[in-house]
């Protein structure tokens, strides 16, 4: 068994007891969110299952949103709902 079919395998059985038909995944837009994400896309349409993705655009670094923009894009392609939070800083003044 490659290592591919190993982690969807474990993924899989990491979920089998779930019997919700809609579920809730935070992605980030890294390279480990974006692999969560497309295990869990397969993962659902496998099983009936549908998925709201939402990504934080926490604005610290300047590709933050960029990156969340890639993220609804990629989602949707994978025909589910996403959604991006602003965060924003709240500065007290002194």
Request: cysteine-free.
């Amino acid at each position: 068994m490659i290592l591919k079919e190993k982690i969807e395998l474990e993924f899989k059985n990491n979920l089998k007891s779930l019997s919700d038909k809609l579920i809730g995944l935070a992605v980030s837009g890294g390279g480990d969110s974006i692999a969560l994400l497309t295990l869990a896309s397969k993962w659902a349409r496998n099983n009936n299952v549908s998925i709201k993705v939402i990504t934080v655009n926490h604005n610290l670094r300047k590709e933050s949103k960029d990156e969340a923009i890639f993220t609804s894009n990629y989602t949707k392609k994978l025909g589910h709902e996403h959604n991006i939070l602003e965060w924003k800083k709240n500065v007290k003044k002194r």
